[in-house]
């Protein structure tokens, strides 16, 4: 992963965001300009598999659905502004 190559794309919104899931170094440093952007989301490259994984997803999201249908609050709904 180049992070440096994505700053300036992603300041002059040459693309519209980015999502990062592993980086070069982990953690990202805490002076990366990417912390900072608003139109990059980056996760804490936790993504492993369970083999439960799939079924918990869609439970999850048919959960998250019927929600939506009776017009409740999601659940997990990202929070831009405290970064998660």
């Given at each position: 992963m180049q992070e440096h190559a994505l700053i300036q794309p992603l300041r002059e919104k040459w693309?519209?965001?980015?999502?990062?899931?592993?980086?070069?170094?982990e953690p990202l440093?805490?002076?990366?300009?990417?912390?900072?952007?608003t139109n990059v989301i980056i996760s804490p490259h936790c993504?492993?598999?369970?083999d439960d994984n799939d079924d918990r997803v869609v439970?999850?999201?048919?959960?998250?659905?019927?929600?939506?249908?009776?017009?409740?609050?999601?659940l997990n709904i990202v929070n831009k502004k405290a970064g998660f």
């Open positions: 693309i519209a965001g980015a999502g990062l899931d592993v980086v070069a170094q440093p805490p002076d990366s300009p990417l912390w900072g952007m993504c492993g598999r369970l439970d999850f999201f048919a959960l998250n659905l019927k929600r939506y249908l009776n017009g409740k609050k999601l």
